[in-house]
């Protein structure tokens, strides 16, 4: 859902011109931010629908590295978010709002990092 939102705010910016003649920097910026994390997501759901029902197989959905996960999801989309909205209030002649958004790159990469990894191991492990 943090997505989600951020996706619309950024649809909403890109109609309004508000990147000027840089909107494909913004989605450049954006896109690499959520898909790799969302496209794991996705695709272990997928894979987990396509099984069949096996009495007895534990669901770890209160386990601590599902709360981990939950939580290090949840911060990274917040900081996501924060980083487009930021950007667009603190944007100023000396440095632009992509100027910015690229700045946080450098806390969002490595959270990005943990996050999935957290989800990989949590979704592996809940197969077994």
């Not at 909403?12 to 997501?41: C, K, M």
């Not at 099984?51 to 770890?60: A, E, F, M, N, Q």
């Not at 599902?66 to 924060?82: D, E, G, K, Q």
């Not at 002649?93 to 958004?101: A, G, I, K, N």
Request: hydrophobic share 50%; aromatic share 10%; charged share 10%.
């Amino acid at each position: 859902m943090g997505g989600g939102v951020t996706f619309v705010i950024l649809v909403g910016q890109s109609f309004s011109g508000f990147y000027g003649g840089r909107t494909e920097d913004a989605w450049g910026w954006f896109l690499p931010t959520v898909l790799p994390t969302l496209s794991l997501i996705v695709g272990v759901l997928v894979s987990q629908a396509r099984l069949p029902d096996v009495p007895g197989r534990s669901d770890d959905s209160s386990g601590p590295i599902f709360r981990l996960a939950a939580i290090l999801s949840t911060v990274y989309l917040l900081l996501v978010a924060a980083s487009v909205v930021i950007a667009a209030l603190l944007g100023d002649s000396e440095r632009t709002p992509l100027d910015l958004m690229q700045l946080s790159n450098l806390w969002l990469a490595p959270l990005q990092g943990l996050a999935a990894a957290c989800l990989g191991f949590f979704f592996h492990h809940q197969k077994e």
